[in-house]
């Protein structure tokens, strides 16, 4: 069976500061994908980014940046300069690689950032 | 737009009777998948088609529940006899084979 635990359920910052939001998986998978989505207000899930179990490169893309530690079952993600539009719930999930091509996610519960101006 | 389309955006109904809600893909899409996302949780998975083809079912969707995707367009989710538990934002999502999913933005529905 998979999980995902995100285990901040809410983390409010200043605008500008920099903001690590955890998640912690598991699975007897050895071949998955790991993804962060972002649902702002609106409702409608916001892919950001997808991972693949093989990759354990950190990768940046602009103020985001994940880093994904096979050893400790992490895939985190960082805010660099938080800023107002980024207040949102962002779910982190999983999904088995093989299986139905990697989209029946597993979701973890999910953390609400607020960032404050 | 050429998102993932719901409709409606909302639905509010009597216990007991039943709704339907629709998901329209990206047109070039070939997967669809619905979630269940209740109040302050992760969404879950319920099913999903590949073309007109249902390959998955989750047991979280019970004999009340039915999904189709006639052509292998849009979709649709029927819920009968609703009970107050079905309370939730039903998201569609859609993909093309090994690619990441798009939602949309939901359909809520309560049941009063």
């Known amino acids: 069976a998979q999980k995902v635990t995100q285990a901040q359920t809410e983390i409010s910052v200043v605008e500008k500061e920099d903001v690590t939001l955890d998640c912690v998986y598991e699975t007897r998978d050895t071949t998955y994908y790991l993804f962060w989505y972002k649902q702002p207000p609106s409702g409608e899930l916001v892919f950001l980014i997808r991972r693949n179990s093989f990759d354990e490169q950190n990768e940046i893309s602009g103020r985001y940046s994940w880093n994904f530690q096979k050893s400790t079952s992490s895939f985190n993600f960082t805010i660099t300069a938080s800023q107002v539009v980024d207040s949102a719930v962002y779910f982190c999930a999983l999904s088995d690689l093989l299986k139905n091509a990697g989209n029946m996610l597993t979701f973890g519960g999910g953390t609400r950032l607020m960032v404050k101006p | 737009d050429t998102g993932v389309s719901q409709d409606p955006r909302h639905k509010i109904t009597k216990r007991g009777q039943n709704v339907t809600f629709r998901c329209d893909p990206i047109s070039e899409h070939n997967r669809l998948y619905w979630y269940r996302q209740t109040l302050g949780q992760g969404p879950e998975f319920l099913t999903y088609?590949?073309?007109?083809?249902?390959?998955?079912k989750s047991r979280l969707l019970s004999d009340r529940f039915s999904a189709e995707r006639p052509k292998g367009s849009f979709s649709t989710l029927e819920i009968q006899r609703t009970e107050q538990g079905d309370s939730a934002m039903y998201l569609c999502?859609?993909?093309?084979?090994?690619?990441?999913?798009?939602f949309g933005q939901g359909t809520r529905l309560t049941v009063v």
């Open positions: 999502a859609s993909s093309l084979v090994r690619s990441e999913a798009f």
């Open positions: 088609f590949q073309n007109e083809a249902q390959l998955e």
